[in-house]
């Protein structure tokens, strides 16, 4: 999977982005994310969790925001796992 990556919050996230057009199934996400952790918020655009010592948000567009994370190959890797779990999960 190919990303762009953007830095925000002066340097300290890292929001990974698909070159590839997608949506995500908002529910799968929900329910990868919270046998991951907790989760923080949830709705039809965006769900927010507590995983690995960080925050991260998911938007329904498959862009992925790691905070704190300044790492990018780190962030393009969990991006990468998260969405393909995501993606194979079964309802």
Partial sequence: MRFQITRLCGGKALMCTPRDM????????????????????SGDMMLVSKWNGMEVTLYL??????????????AVRYATEILEEIAHADD
């Fill in 22 to 41: 997608m949506s995500l199934d908002m529910s799968k996400a929900e329910k990868v994310m919270s046998a991951k952790g907790e989760i923080v918020s």
């Fill in 61 to 74: 567009q498959g862009k992925v925001m790691f905070f704190p994370l300044s790492d990018k190959d780190l």
